[in-house]
């Protein structure tokens, strides 16, 4: 799916009558119905979304082909993916998160930290999820300037300067 960035998620039936609960994660949130159709995972796509209403953490909204509360659960947790094509191009500092997953991370003196395994927004900040060869938990590294000054699509690997002790070291 590297042709498609992720654009939002569904979080499940909104009502009786086949309305969903959708988080939109582009910039202009009610933009989200405009880079249709949208597709998921399995290779289903939607040609239709109208935004009903708004949430507090998104919208609710109804999708061409769901018409009752199951059809809606049944894509609980799903997420939603456009054609790259349709997106707005980005200025040179501001990336998709989908073209940061996979990435390696190394440091300022190119010893491998781990690999980015996604890329969350709680609200106070990006932050990338590393996992870390050898250890079984991940480590959130902020996604700041100070914390990764390089990001290198073309190289597939970001360079970072991590606070001290966030990483493991070999001392």
Excluded: W
């Excluded at 796509?45 to 998104?58: D, E, H, M, P, R």
């Excluded at 200025?91 to 491998?112: K, N």
């Amino acid at each position: 799916m590297s042709d498609r960035v992720i654009v939002g998620a569904i979080g499940g039936a909104f009502g009786v009558q086949g309305e969903v609960r959708l988080k939109s994660y582009c910039a202009d949130p009610q933009a989200i119905s405009s880079y249709t159709p949208l597709y998921v995972e399995d290779g289903r796509s939607f040609a239709q979304i109208v935004l009903t209403g708004q949430l507090k953490n998104g919208f609710t909204a109804r999708i061409d082909g769901v018409v009752t509360k199951e059809d809606a659960d049944a894509l609980r947790n799903v997420n939603l993916y456009a054609e790259r094509s349709l997106m707005p191009s980005l200025p040179d500092d501001e990336y998709y998160y989908a073209d940061l997953m996979g990435l390696t991370v190394v440091d300022t003196g190119g010893v491998t930290l781990g690999t980015v395994k996604n890329v969350m927004d709680h609200g106070a900040g990006d932050l990338l999820e590393v996992t870390v060869p050898g250890q079984a938990e991940t480590i959130l590294l902020p996604f700041t300037q100070a914390a990764v000054p390089t990001v290198d699509l073309t190289a597939k690997r970001i360079v970072a300067d991590p606070p001290d002790g966030l990483f493991p070291s070999d001392d």
